[in-house]
Nanobody, 122 residues
């Protein structure tokens, strides 16, 4: 059984940093996709960053490129999202995601974490 558990969210002022972690248990696929999505109130869930674990190809949404960095610790099976220069518009619930094949859109994803709240104040 796959379980994704996020941590590291919180409240921070604009310009600050946070690091999200996602501990993945039971996810043993050597390939596939892992990533971070976010959802703000009244908005659709959007992909923020993702990594194809077999080939280490990364994707970043245009709104976070240059500020966020996704990485994966293969030994501990943990996914990270380093978020720098945070803006109020980054405020959202952030979800860890994993799928054997694709995580381009939320409808592709089979496994989700419970979410961790990130709030950025101006």
């Amino acid at each position: 059984q796959v379980q994704l558990v996020e941590s590291g969210g919180g409240s921070v002022q604009a310009g600050g940093s946070l690091r999200l972690s996602c501990a993945a248990s039971g996810y043993t696929y050597s390939g596939g996709c892992m990533g971070w999505f976010r959802q703000a109130p009244g908005k659709e869930r959007e992909r923020v960053a993702s990594i194809y674990t077999g080939i280490s190809t990364t994707y970043y949404a245009a709104s976070v490129k240059g500020r966020f960095s996704i990485s994966r610790d293969k030994i501990n099976n943990t996914l990270y999202l380093q978020m720098n220069s945070l803006k109020p518009e980054d405020t959202a619930m952030y979800y860890c995601a994993a799928d054997r094949f694709s995580c381009i859109s939320s409808s592709d994803v089979h496994y989700w974490g419970q979410g961790t709240q990130v709030t950025v104040s101006s």
